[in-house]
């Protein structure tokens, strides 16, 4: 417990760091007079400003480091799916009273794409 813990610590401690440092650049450019006008008055959130700017413009050029983790990882989390978790909702299917299978696990499994 203490292991996972101070992973978890660590892991929020290194993000939190690198959310900072954006700030921390920012207030020395503020300082500096070195204004930088955003790439569009619309939020990115809005719908409508992808038809006004150029979202990319507007991102951080060094964007969330997990996102990439997330790329690199998505084959072996779609490999996992179909060699592992698909085969396992079939067998349990065939014998639902002796694994529990239910309707609903039944609907979640035939909306799988």
Same mark, same amino acid.
């Given at each position: 417990?203490?292991?996972?813990?101070?992973?978890?610590?660590?892991?929020?401690?290194?993000?939190?760091?690198?959310?900072?440092?954006?700030?921390?650049?920012?207030?020395?450019? =503020?300082? =500096?007079? /070195?204004?930088?006008?955003?790439?569009?008055?619309?939020?990115?959130? =809005?719908?409508?400003?992808?038809?006004?700017? #150029?979202?990319?413009?507007?991102?951080?050029?060094?964007?969330?480091?997990?996102?990439?983790?997330?790329?690199?990882?998505?084959?072996? /989390?779609?490999?996992? #799916?179909?060699?592992?978790?698909?085969?396992?909702?079939? $067998?349990?299917?065939?014998?639902?009273? $002796?694994?529990?299978?239910?309707?609903? #696990?039944?609907?979640? =499994?035939?909306?799988?794409?």
């Amino acid at each position: 417990m203490r292991t996972t813990a101070l992973a978890l610590g660590i892991l929020l401690l290194a993000t939190a760091v690198g959310c900072a440092e954006t700030r921390q650049q920012q207030a020395s450019a =503020d300082a =500096d007079g /070195g204004y930088t006008a955003p790439a569009s008055i619309y939020s990115v959130m =809005d719908p409508t400003s992808l038809v006004y700017t #150029d979202v990319a413009a507007g991102a951080a050029p060094s964007d969330n480091p997990w996102r990439l983790t997330g790329f690199l990882f998505h084959p072996i /989390g779609v490999a996992l #799916d179909y060699g592992l978790n698909r085969p396992i909702y079939k $067998l349990t299917s065939q014998m639902p009273y $002796l694994f529990g299978y239910t309707t609903e #696990d039944s609907m979640l =499994d035939s909306q799988r794409r």
